[in-house]
């Protein structure tokens, strides 16, 4: 169930509806006074956000991406620079904060998944900014990682309890260069921040990851055993990966799970219990209908995050911030 407040005087602080929508009552004209007022009520607003995960501000005077830029600064997060991560999404920075959600081509859908969590260097906040929704599609799947591991330990309560004591192991095949035709596409360059391929050795080293190169320049990485269930605040445990974008979106992973996924002491995961995850969380999932102005400030390790595929000829350009 979703909750709609006008400002901030019906919020109500608990976590049975998601997600949070806060509508510009009218009184908010300039960017001065979003930036005003957000620094005014932080701590309301990130009290309502720790409980339901995602708030939606609707109708508030942010129109581009410097003016999001300033919005989002407002909150006062430490700033999680992208350049700095280790996403292989393709992706462009239009400010020092602001970049591109994902440069994939629109009919390709991208699955629910904690951002960067198939990684050990990932945000605590990521924000969205609708500057233009699509004509038809494109809503951004918003999907409480909490009730997905309260559903999946009801089905599977032996593998879910496995999944959280041993984690998870992810292997990517990082292309040799940047492909914007792809939701993964940035090459190992990009990816890893390095020239040589001995400094991406040593960088992957460094990260306890294993490797392979292959003919045509492209790197297979596997990750150290990353955690997949976590204990955030008043004990709520959450499906914190990307278990389901990896099986779902990543190539050849669906027909043999083994190409991306395995438990973090390199047994495998069975695929009924893959299945059941992305099915547990498609029944759980709200598609977030954007409105041009519209920002979503959302917490990494409370929600999931995805896209729908989009239609149409109006360029639908929806911008992130990260923050920690
Ligand atoms: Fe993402």
């Known amino acids: 169930m979703t909750y709609q407040s006008n ?48 708030v939606l501000f609707r109708g ?18 430490d700033n999680f620079t992208y350049k700095e991560s280790l996403s292989n999404a393709v992706r462009i920075n239009y ?117 392979q190169w292959h003919s045509d320049g492209s790197l297979s990485a596997q990750t150290r055993a990353l955690s997949a269930i976590k204990s955030i605040e008043n004990g709520r445990q959450v499906f914190f990966n990307q278990i389901i974008a990896a099986y779902e979106g990543w190539e050849g ?4 799970p083994s190409v991306g996924l395995c438990f973090g002491d390199d047994s495998p995961i069975p695929s009924h219990f893959l299945d059941s995850i992305c099915d547990i969380a498609s029944e759980t999932a709200y598609d977030l209908v954007w409105q041009d102005g519209d920002v979503a400030v959302v917490d990494n390790h409370l929600s999931m995050h995805g896209r729908r595929p989009y239609s149409g000829d109006r360029v639908r350009r929806v911008l992130v911030t990260l923050g920690l």
């Open 7 to 54: 400002m901030l005087e019906d919020l109500e602080f608990n976590n049975d509806h998601f997600p949070s929508i806060i509508l510009n009552n009218g009184s908010i004209k300039t960017l001065e006074q979003a930036q005003a007022w957000i620094n005014q009520n932080q701590a309301t607003i990130k009290k309502e956000l720790a409980c339901t995960g995602a």
């Open 60 to 77: 508030f005077p942010v129109s581009d991406a410097v003016s999001y830029d300033a919005f989002f600064s407002a909150f006062g997060y």
């Open 95 to 211: 400010t020092d904060l602001v970049f591109s959600a994902n440069e994939a081509p629109k009919n390709v859908e991208i699955y629910l998944h904690s951002e960067m969590a198939q990684t050990p260097v990932f945000p605590n906040i990521i924000s969205l900014f609708c500057e233009k929704t699509a004509i038809t599609g494109g809503a951004t799947i918003l999907c409480r990682s909490d009730v997905v591991y309260q559903k999946v330990a009801a089905a599977e309560p032996q593998l879910t309890e496995k999944l959280s004591s041993v984690g998870v192991k992810y292997t990517n095949r990082i292309p040799a260069a940047d492909n914007a035709d792809s939701a993964q596409g940035r090459g190992w360059q990009s990816t890893l921040s390095v020239e040589t391929r001995d400094q991406a050795e040593q960088k992957l080293r460094n990260l306890g990851y294993t490797w």
């Open 253 to 256: 992973v669906k027909d043999d």
